[in-house]
């Protein structure tokens, strides 16, 4: 019998859904153009069972992907869990058999040495798969069209690792993956390693490194020459797992790096450059115009995430976790070891940053973030920002509605740069409903041209894609079904 403990984590908005299942076309309020035809993909975790050590984070939670299919105006939702190994583990066992986030010295002995992954970070298309996410673990292939779990993949056992970044970016010249992993060696340690894969699933490129000190290494910058890895102190040991700590903390003391990789060459090609101590997570873009080399960041003074607290026992610090998205310059010419710049591109307050990915690793204009509101009745909100003159455009959302990280969606394949559409997830606060809305992508002040109806309340979530049509009737598929014309 589930028990689900009576704290913030499992609570309120924060109540597992654990719902799997199918909504043909739903309930649409507004329009969603005809020629739209694709799926958007997203992932929440939603733990499937009650924490084994009686409370958890929302970042432990088992990874469920939603997909809204658009096809002909009319919009099919399906919902399901990724089959990690953790969740086949303990849907047969009844029960959790994994404790901590990213702490297997928590685990229930019957699961030592499993993958612990819970694939609730990102979902991922590239070379037919679906990829569920979680940095922790491989990637976990699933059918992009049945959200079936083929299970973890090694690409063909080219890819040996017992990690795999939940950020991996495509390549838009090649159309390759680029993705790492760290802690490539094992829990805690300094390794990483780059690699480039074709949509044939084919390893072009891999490099080994090392960074200088452990830390979440939860997403890159990749331009055309070089990838860009930022070493930021959220940080962890062995001390702190043995102790029961949460896996990171924050370090104020400790400096930031961009470590930067020629795409072309090895790790002795490896240039670093420092930063006094920030905090910055994800990446909005980069791109390279000879050896300079540009790096946009939402950045912070001081550490956003609340669970993982600051090493030296500071408390959380509101004001200084507002993230404002900025330009990191360094030059691959220069000794200094030392950043050109840091400019501020926008004073709008966000996060999860996205771009037209078409113009990933290259000079681009269009970006989007999640606002951040801050302080007792401020609201969610969905920023346009123009990087060339830092206007932002702004849409609010009303009370009790909560938004999450922004999607684009290019008019057609050759439509001009950020042309298109921004979907985005607004979860309802007060009546457990939620809504897929549609934004006209340089408008998105006007607001939402179509609210997409689930009849159903949707968790926190984090990252999501857009898969054009053409690429899911080429998906590999688990079972074999007919196709409809
Ligand atoms: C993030 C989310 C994770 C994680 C590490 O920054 C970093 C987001 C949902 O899990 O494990
Ligand atoms: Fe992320």
Redesign the pocket.
């Known amino acids: 019998m589930a028990k689900f403990p009576n704290s913030p984590s499992f609570t309120g908005v924060f109540e597992p859904i654990r719902i799997e299942g199918d909504v043909t076309d739903l309930d649409i309020e507004g329009e969603v153009p005809a020629d739209l035809d694709g799926a958007f993909f997203r992932v929440q975790?939603d733990p499937k069972h009650p924490p084994l050590l009686g409370d958890d984070i929302?970042?432990n939670g088992d990874g469920m992907i939603a997909q809204f299919r658009f096809k002909d105006g009319r919009v099919d939702f399906k919902q399901r869990y990724v089959r990690t190994d953790k969740f086949n583990l303990e849907e047969k066992a009844g029960r959790a058999l994994f404790g901590a986030?990213?702490n297997p010295l928590t685990d229930d002995p019957s699961v030592k040495g499993r993958y612990r992954g819970?694939a609730?970070?990102n979902a991922f298309f590239h070379g037919g798969y679906l990829f569920g996410l979680?940095?922790?673990s491989p990637a976990v292939a699933m059918d992009a069209n049945s959200l079936e779990t083929f299970g973890y993949h090694d690409f063909d056992g080219q890819i040996t690792s017992p990690t795999f970044t939940?950020h991996p970016k495509i390549d838009p010249e090649t159309g390759d993956m680029c993705c790492f992993s760290y802690a490539s060696k094992g829990l805690l340690t300094r390794d990483m390693v780059y690699w480039e894969i074709t949509p044939e699933g084919k390893k072009t490129r891999e490099v080994a490194f090392e960074i200088p000190y452990y830390a979440?290494m939860?997403d890159f910058g990749l331009t055309r020459d070089y990838a860009l890895f930022h070493v930021v102190p959220i940080t962890s040991s062995w001390e702190r797992l043995q102790a029961g700590l949460p896996h990171f903390g924050f370090d104020t003391t400790m400096p930031v790096h961009l470590v930067v990789l020629p795409r072309g060459g090895d790790a002795k090609d490896i240039k670093m450059f420092t930063a006094p101590n920030l905090f910055a997570?994800?990446v909005m873009n980069a791109f390279n115009d000879g050896t300079k080399i540009y790096f946009d960041t939402p950045e912070a003074k001081n550490n956003m995430?609340p669970f993982f607290p600051d090493i030296h026992g500071a408390p959380f610090n509101g004001p200084e976790s507002a993230s404002h998205l900025t330009r990191w310059t360094v030059d691959m010419d220069s000794n200094s070891g030392e950043f050109e710049s840091r400019e501020r591109l926008s004073e709008f307050v966000g996060e999860f940053p996205r771009m037209d990915e078409r113009y990933n690793t290259e000079a681009y204009r269009h970006g989007w973030m999640l606002g951040m509101g801050m302080g007792p009745g401020s609201r969610a909100s969905l920023g346009h920002v123009d990087t060339s003159t830092g206007q932002a455009k702004v849409w609010q959302a009303g009370a009790n509605r909560a938004l999450q990280e922004p999607c684009f969606i290019p008019k057609s394949k050759d439509a001009p740069e950020g042309e298109g559409y921004i979907v985005q997830i607004q979860q309802h606060q007060d009546d457990g409903k939620s809504d897929l809305l549609l934004f006209d992508a340089q408008h998105v002040d006007e607001g939402p041209m179509a609210a997409i109806h689930v009849p159903l309340r949707m968790r926190f979530g984090?990252h999501g894609n857009w898969v054009p049509g053409e690429e899911l009737a080429k998906a590999r598929r688990k079972t074999t079904q007919a196709v409809a014309a």
Do not use: G, Q, V
Request: proline share 6%; aromatic share 16%.
């Open positions: 975790p929302a970042f986030y990213r819970t609730n970070t979680k940095e922790d939940a979440m939860h997570s994800h995430f984090l």
